[in-house]
Nanobody, 120 residues
Framework: QLQLVESGGGSVQPGGSLRLSCTAS????????IHWFRQGPGKDREGVSC????????RYADSVKGRFTISMEMTNGTVYLQMNSLKPEDTAVYYC?????????????WGQGTQVTVSS
């Protein structure tokens, strides 16, 4: 069983920065990739970024390219999402999710979510 715990959300003014963390514990060797999703008020869930389970191979949604950076610290099993130049439209609950080798394309483990609010 894999557990994911997010942290680092908060309130920030437009143009500000936040760093989200997603710490995995348990069966981490089963992970193919870790994904960040977000769901804003009245919006559908959106894929934001992902990183391979070995820390390589990153992808970003067009809406965050050049502003967000995903990274992984293998020693503590944590994936980070550095968010810079934040915009009001980045306001959402952010979730991390695990994609397993045995179930590619599916997200079978989720964190509890962390709220990010961008407002002046």
């Amino acid at each position: 069983q894999l557990q994911l715990v997010e942290s680092g959300g908060g309130s920030v003014q437009p143009g500000g920065s936040l760093r989200l963390s997603c710490t995995a514990s348990g069966r981490t060797l089963d992970i193919y990739a870790i994904h960040w999703f977000r769901q804003g008020p009245g919006k559908d869930r959106e894929g934001v970024s992902c990183i391979g389970g070995n820390g390589s191979g990153t992808r970003y949604a067009d809406s965050v390219k050049g502003r967000f950076t995903i990274s992984m610290e293998m020693t503590n099993g944590t994936v980070y999402l550095q968010m810079n130049s934040l915009k009001p439209e980045d306001t959402a609950v952010y979730y991390c999710a695990a994609e397993y080798h045995r179930a590619l394309g599916q997200f079978n483990s989720w964190g509890q979510g962390t709220q990010v609010t961008v407002s002046s």
